[in-house]
C-alpha cells in the first residue's frame, strides 16, 4: 500500500487541507517553531522536549491529518515525524508522499526519513543513497537510523553518515539503538533512541544516561502504555529531547496514533510554557 499511486480524489483533499492549515498557520508561526532544532536537542535539560512519532500509516489516512491537526495546536512542542515509504524511501518518489509531507511541513512539524543501518551491516554507498533520496524526493531535513549499533565497534560509520548529512546542508540524524549505548558512541548522532519497548523507561535510567552523556541528545520510544502518566511525561522532559508514548501493541503498534495524543502533546506543551 505504500508504494501505490494516489487517486486524483486523494491528492485533490490532501491539497484541499494543506492549503487550509498552511493559510491558518501562517499568520502566526512562533518563535519556537522555527528555532533550529540541534538548538532545541541541546536544551533537553531545559524543559524544551518534543514528540517523535514514527508515523508509519499511509499519508493519504486520517492519521497524518491528526498529526497535522495536534502541532498546529500546541505550536510550541517540537514535532518529529518519522516517515517509511517502503522500509526507506523506495524504488521511486511516491507523490502520496510528496503531498503528506507537504500537509505536515505546513503546521512545522519536521520530518524524518527512516533507515535501516542493520546495527552498521548495510554498506554506507547504500545509507547515503537513501540519504539523497530522502533530500530530493521528500525534502526530507532529518534522518533516523533504525538498529543503530551499542557496543563499541561502529563509532567511525554513524559518525560519518552524521558528517555527510551535515555536509548535504540537512539538521538531524536520530540513531535508534532502543537501548543505552556505548559512551564512545556519544556525539556520533545528534540524538540516540536509548528505549524503544513495551511500557514506559524509569526515570532513573533516563536520569542516569542523561547525566553521563552530558550534551548527547536522548529520546525514548514507548508502546503498550495504556493510560498517559502526565506526570511522567513532565519529568521525562527533563531527560529526554523527545518522546513518544502509544496505547498500542506490537506488531501493529505505529499503525495509528494513541487516544490520548492530544493530551500527551498538551502535557509537553504545559512544560515549555511552565
Known sequence: MRGSRPTIVVVVALLIVLIAIAASFIISI???????????????????AGILIPLYSAPDSPIW???????SDYKS?????????NNGPGASQNSTYTFGVELLK????????YIDTDYGAVPFSN?????????DWYSSNNIFLDRMASAPGMESYYSNITK???????????GNAGTNVSSSYMGTVDNIVVYEGSGLPSLSYLMGISRNYSGQGIS?????????????????SKYASFMYITN??????????????????????STTSG
Open 248 to 269: 498500542f501493541t506490537a506488531p501493529g503498534q505505529y499503525s495509528n496514533i494513541p487516544p490520548y495524543f492530544t493530551s500527551f502533546a498538551a502535557a509537553l506543551a
Open 65 to 71: 491529518f491528526e498529526v497535522s491537526k495536534v502541532k
Open 127 to 135: 545509507v547515503t543513497r537513501q540519504i539523497n533520496e530522502y533530500k
Open 106 to 113: 505546513a503546521t512545522g512539524t519536521r520530518v524524518a526519513g
Open 164 to 174: 555527510y548529512v551535515d555536509s548535504l546542508g540537512m539538521n538531524l540524524t536520530i
Open 77 to 85: 512542542v517540537p514535532v518529529i515525524a518519522i516517515i517509511d515509504p
Open 220 to 236: 525514548f520510544i514507548s508502546y503498550g502504555v495504556p493510560d498517559l502518566n502526565v506526570s511522567y511525561v513532565m519529568d521525562a
Open 30 to 48: 512562533p518563535s519556537a517553531v522555527t528555532a533550529n532544532t540541534t538548538t532545541i536537542l541541546q536544551q533537553h535539560g531545559a524543559a524544551m
